[in-house]
């Protein structure tokens, strides 16, 4: 048992050649490092500030959580901390319980994400369909949009933690009294970003256009509401925030918060992969890292963080190779706390929100959007579904309910796919059978072909179509090309051979593929049946069968030959 444990825990521990890859290539890793901690301290202060907690939070988030996902996490290019989906779902826990409610939150969202590493759950998050992706996708980016307005327009935001709520009130206070500063430099940052990005990528607009706008709100003395007073460091750990009375109101948001964790991740870290072709990420350890860092981020008055899907795109473009990259990214932002606190507290709240902005704007990939989108009506209905879902609900219950809707949506279409049909006794299978004789047995046998998975959603069809079978003395059901069998299904074909014999038909079971007798034989039927003599391996050997009890029977005549 402790062997087994020790087993499990090293199996997500990180490899020792992982870290010592991190001695490859250090100075292009550390390029890019810088590069992604450029892009990554607007976002950090700004996902801070939205989040309730304050940008000093954010901060701690990058630098904490960047830092034990970057050497605990399953994927090299990986770039963890604040995000604009975990920001969403921690503004009902700030309001309803606070930041002593958001903080236990993340611890306990990071045992969850432990345990789910330890339970080898990663390999699972593969499954998620890509339009419930790219509907979360437009969703979140909405949202963060939304998000923004208050800040944008200059007023104070309203209190609720429904965007969209927020939103409207802050165009209905702007209306009220407007006034233009905070507008101009939200849209002029944003454009710089947007037009920046698509002529030189590889350039920090974010950066730059938050410094430029700081320093011309400073000097020309705007009106601007700023970050505000920043602490010049982490605080010390502690858990003096801990309230064990709060614990059993905190378990469903703790879930939600470690379910989104685990999806964003492992899809961040899958965007990594596709993007370098040789790179491929271990989901349980990706699981492990993260876990460990919400443990530990809580302690330093962090807000639960996610890996980034913008920053990891950053990092892999930079030039990345190694974890030291995104450890680097972390250490940075670290000393930037120590050492310029001051400065980043004068940041306009309006040049953060034009960042955040043009963030919004970016996450979306249209082409994939569009593509889905002309797909097929299923994928759009998802994608249209997650999207306005995430949007008006909770981001994970928006995630369940698009898998739900796809599962119901792919099981609809493979159950259209299943085949149920009647064959007419073909001679070409009994040769040996005289004309007359063919003619006389096709009058009374037929062969029904089961073709596909024989499951909840298909097996109500299989009733129907062999209930209003009349005429017939003998049926012979060819299984031969049954795919799978489930316990509906399964029970589903043993009712329907019960109401065939109750109206005097014999039923005879040919070609049961390995595998799906264990499944038949639970119902009963089918070994009631193979006592009596009437499953066979072959559809030949059934209707052989089946002639010989016709003939013994005095249904059908023995022919001269």
């Known amino acids: 048992m402790l062997a087994a444990s020790w087993g499990r825990l090293r199996s997500v521990l990180p490899e020792r050649a992982a870290l010592a890859a991190m001695r490859h290539q250090p100075r292009n890793n550390l390029l890019a490092g810088l590069t992604v901690a ?21 901060l701690a988030t990058a630098v904490v959580a960047g830092s034990l996902a970057a050497l605990f996490g399953g994927s090299a290019l990986q770039v963890s901390g604040t995000s604009g989906a975990m920001t969403v779902v921690l503004m009902p ?13 993340g ?7 432990v345990v789910m590493a330890l339970a080898r759950a990663g390999r699972y998050m593969s499954l998620v369909p890509a339009p419930v992706v790219a509907g979360f996708t437009v969703g979140m980016a909405c949202v963060i949009g939304l ?34 500063w905070a507008m101009s430099v939200t849209l002029v940052v944003a454009a710089v970003l947007l037009v920046g990005a698509s002529i030189r990528p ?25 970050i ?3 602490p010049q460091g982490l605080p010390a750990p502690s858990l003096g925030f801990l309230d064990p009375a709060m614990l059993p109101a905190l378990i469903a948001p703790a879930i939600a918060v470690a379910a989104l964790a685990s999806l964003e991740s492992l899809l961040s870290a899958a965007v990594a992969d596709n993007m370098t072709g040789r790179h491929r990420h271990d989901p349980d350890r990706e699981l492990f890292g993260q876990g460990i860092a919400n443990l530990i981020t809580p302690l330093f008055g962090g807000m639960p963080g996610t890996g980034a899907i913008v920053r990891t795109a950053v990092n892999v473009r930079s030039g990345a190779t190694s974890r030291l990259a995104a450890l680097s990214h972390a250490l940075i932002l670290g000393a930037i706390v120590y050492t310029a606190a001051g400065l980043v507290a004068k940041i306009p709240l309006a040049a953060l929100a034009g960042v955040l902005l043009a963030t919004s704007v970016r996450m979306v990939e249209r082409d994939s959007v569009r593509a889905m989108w002309r797909s097929t009506r299923s994928d759009a209905a998802v994608l249209v ?39 007419p006794l073909r001679h070409d299978l009994q040769p040996q059978h005289t004309e007359d004789e063919h003619a006389l047995l096709a009058e009374h046998i037929v062969t029904y072909r089961l073709d596909g998975p024989l499951f909840f959603a298909a097996a109500h069809r299989l009733r129907a179509d062999l209930s209003e079978m009349t005429g017939v003395s003998v049926v012979v059901l060819r299984m031969r090309l049954v795919t799978s069998i489930d316990a509906s299904g399964a029970m589903v ?33 089918i070994g009631r049946l193979d006592e009596a003599g009437q499953v066979f391996a072959t559809t030949d050997g059934a209707i052989e069968a089946a002639r010989e009890r016709l003939h013994s029977s005095g249904i059908v005549p023995r022919l001269a030959g």
């Open 202 to 226: 590889s350039v920090p607009f974010s950066l730059l256009a938050v410094v430029v706008a700081t320093a011309v709100a400073e000097l020309a003395g705007l009106p601007l509401a700023t």
């Open 385 to 423: 579904l997650t999207a306005v879902a995430t949007l008006t609900l909770d981001t994970v219950l928006a995630v369940i309910l698009g898998l739900v809707v796809a599962g119901a949506l792919a099981l609809r279409t493979i159950a259209r796919n299943v085949r149920f049909y009647r064959e």
């Open 93 to 105: 826990i700030m309001s309803d319980h606070g930041a002593t409610g958001v903080l236990t939150v």
């Open 147 to 180: 998000q923004q307005i208050p800040h944008a327009l200059g007023v104070p935001a309203h209190d609720s933690d429904k965007v969209a709520v927020v939103a409207w009130h802050a165009v209905m206070d702007f209306l009220a009294r407007p006034h233009w």
């Open 38 to 58: 450029i892009v990554a301290l607007p976002l950090a202060l700004g996902f801070g500030v939205s989040s309730g907690l304050g940008a000093a939070a954010g």
């Open 493 to 525: 074909l043993a009712d329907t051979i019960t109401r065939l014999e109750r109206r005097g038909i014999m039923v005879y079971v040919s070609g049961i593929p390995d595998g799906h007798h264990q499944a038949l034989q639970v119902i009963g039927v």
């Open 228 to 230: 505000g007073h920043l």
């Open 107 to 113: 611890l306990m969202a990071g045992m969850l994400l």
